[in-house]
T-cell receptor, first 114, second 114 residues
Framework: GENVEQHPSTLSVQEGDSAVIKCTYSDSASNYFPWYKQELGKRPQLIIDIRSNVGEKKDQRIAVTLNKTAKHFSLHITETQPEDSAVYFC?????????????FGSGTRLQVQP | GEEVAQTPKHLVRGEGQKAKLYCAPI?????VFWYQQVLKNEFKFLIS????????ETGMPKERFSAKCLPNSPCSLEIQATKLEDSAVYFC????????????FGPGTRLTVL
C-alpha cells in the first residue's frame, strides 16, 4: 500500500519564525496532497491542498510545494503565531487504486513559542 | 448541515460490549469515510461509502466491525464485542462527488473500552 513519511515529528519555533514540514511518499500515481491541522481534542481541519498539476500553492501565511519527480511535498508556515501550535498531518489520495481514502503521515507537533 | 456531525462525543464500554457510532455527512455530500485515530495520532482508514453503497472496505476488521449508510438516516459504525485495542477516536469525513478527495471531518467519537 501507499506509504507516507512525515518529518519532523516535533518542531518548536519562535513566534515570527518560519516552519517547514516535509512528507515523502512512494507511489507516483497519487494526485492530491492535502494538509490538515488538528488541535488537541478537535477534528482535523483542511488548511491547504495541492494537486499534481501544480508545483506550489499559497494561501496567506501558508504554502505547499510539490515535487512529483522526487515524490515529496512540504508545508511552509511563515510568520508563525502561537495559534499555529497544533499537530499537522500531510496526506495523499490513493487515486491509483481507485480508492479515495486518504493515507496520512504520522503528524508533526508544532509548538510556537511566544 | 454545513458540518459533519458525529454522536456520541464520548462512549465508554466494557470489554466484550457492543459500541455504535453515528455520522451525519454534510448535506449533498455523497462520500462518507470512517477513520480510526489511535493514541499515537496515527490515522487508519476503515471503510468508505458512496451514498448507501460500500465503496471501499479494505481497512475494516470484518470479524467485529460493520458499517452502514442507509437513505435518510445517519451512517453508523458498529463494533461487536469490543476489545481494549478498539479504544480510539473514530472520525467520520464526507466529500462531494465531484471533488471526492476533499474530505471534511466530523468532531469524532472517543471510544474507551475498559
Amino acid at each position: 500500500g501507499e506509504n507516507v513519511e512525515q518529518h519532523p515529528s516535533t518542531l518548536s519555533v519562535q513566534e515570527g519564525d518560519s516552519a517547514v514540514i516535509k512528507c515523502t511518499y512512494s507511489d507516483s500515481a497519487s494526485n492530491y496532497f492535502p494538509w490538515y491541522k488538528q488541535e488537541l481534542g478537535k477534528r482535523p481541519q483542511l488548511i491547504i491542498d495541492i494537486r499534481s498539476n501544480v508545483g506550489e500553492k499559497k494561501d496567506q501565511r501558508i504554502a505547499v510545494t510539490l515535487n512529483k519527480t522526487a515524490k515529496h511535498f512540504s508545508l511552509h508556515i511563515t510568520e508563525t503565531q502561537p495559534e499555529d501550535s497544533a499537530v499537522y498531518f500531510c496526506a495523499l489520495d490513493g487515486m491509483d487504486t481507485g480508492r479515495r481514502a486518504l493515507t496520512f503521515g504520522s503528524g508533526t507537533r508544532l509548538q510556537v513559542q511566544p | 448541515g454545513e458540518e459533519v456531525a458525529q454522536t456520541p462525543k464520548h462512549l465508554v464500554r466494557g470489554e466484550g460490549q457492543k459500541a455504535k457510532l453515528y455520522c451525519a455527512p454534510i448535506k449533498g455530500h455523497s462520500y462518507v469515510f470512517w477513520y480510526q485515530q489511535v493514541l499515537k495520532n496515527e490515522f487508519k482508514f476503515l471503510i468508505s461509502f458512496q451514498n448507501e453503497n460500500v465503496f471501499d472496505e479494505t481497512g475494516m476488521p470484518k470479524e467485529r466491525f460493520s458499517a452502514k449508510c442507509l437513505p435518510n438516516s445517519p451512517c453508523s459504525l458498529e463494533i461487536q464485542a469490543t476489545k481494549l485495542e478498539d479504544s480510539a477516536v473514530y472520525f467520520c469525513a464526507s466529500s462531494q462527488s465531484n471533488r471526492a478527495n476533499e474530505q471534511f471531518f466530523g468532531p469524532g467519537t472517543r471510544l474507551t473500552v475498559l
